[in-house]
């Protein structure tokens, strides 16, 4: 009898083992599944702590209803390191941002959508902006361009004409964010304005300091998007200090 009972109980072991590994299998690539642990509510971001396969890592998600003890599935994750949350007065070494987690797995087409993936979102009156887009403030500064050099008003005004295109700016250094998803966050201003825009971010792998004047070129993007808030009308992006 005792024989007869170690052998059931080794068989739903291995059925209990062929379960998760088949619920593993089904997920489509990319998307991840974690435990929540703890959770942080800000004005704007829900903060979890959350196991996945024995490892703790953070999440940050739009504001919304999570509980702990729960399994949540999320995907098109983008680090930030050293992300500091001025309203919770802590930085975190390593967050991982998202459009929203979910309580099942998504579907293909689901995972590659972010914005279909965070259920029972709270309301907030104003959506998070990352620290890297915050509205700047204009400076008094007047810089010539030179040679070679466009204005940003020219920049702004054209910028359709300049989509895809490198170009080079000067200005002065208005502020400086380093280390943001791989990237160093350079505003930048020459006293220039078009339509109210006077202000031009780039991204670089310099590191430049607040009142620099400096001359940089970088490739124009339009529209972009790069999640968690950063969005952009125009941005040079991959920006080399000349």
């Not at 070129?217 to 992006?237: M, R, W």
Request: hydrophobic share 35%; glycine share 10%.
């Amino acid at each position: 009898m005792r024989n007869v009972l170690l052998i059931i109980g080794m068989i739903a072991i291995t059925i209990g083992c062929q379960n998760n590994n088949t619920t593993a299998s089904i997920l489509p690539p990319g998307v991840h599944s974690a435990i929540a642990l703890e959770k942080i509510n800000t004005s704007k971001y829900t903060y979890l702590l959350v196991n996945e396969n024995g490892i703790e890592k953070w999440l940050a998600i739009p504001l919304a209803e999570v509980k702990t003890g729960e399994t949540y599935y999320y995907a098109n994750e983008m680090v930030m390191h050293n992300f500091e949350s001025k309203e919770l007065g802590r930085i975190f070494e390593t967050v991982y941002f998202l459009q929203g987690v979910s309580t099942e797995p998504p579907t293909a087409e689901k995972a590659g959508n972010p914005h279909n993936m965070n259920p029972q979102p709270m309301a907030v009156n104003n959506p998070h902006q990352g620290n890297a887009s915050i509205t700047p403030e204009k400076v008094q500064v007047k810089v010539q361009p030179g040679n070679g050099i466009i204005t940003i008003a020219n920049l702004v005004s054209k910028k359709e004409n300049y989509a895809g295109k490198k170009v080079k700016i000067k200005g002065q250094v208005t502020k400086f964010s380093p280390g943001i998803m791989g990237k160093n966050w350079i505003h930048v201003q020459d006293g220039s304005d078009a339509n109210g825009v006077f202000d031009i971010t780039v991204t670089s792998q310099n590191t430049v300091k607040v009142g620099d004047i400096i001359t940089i070129e970088g490739t124009v993007s339009l529209n972009k998007d790069f999640g968690a808030g950063y969005h952009y009308d125009i941005i040079l992006e991959d920006g080399v200090v000349k």
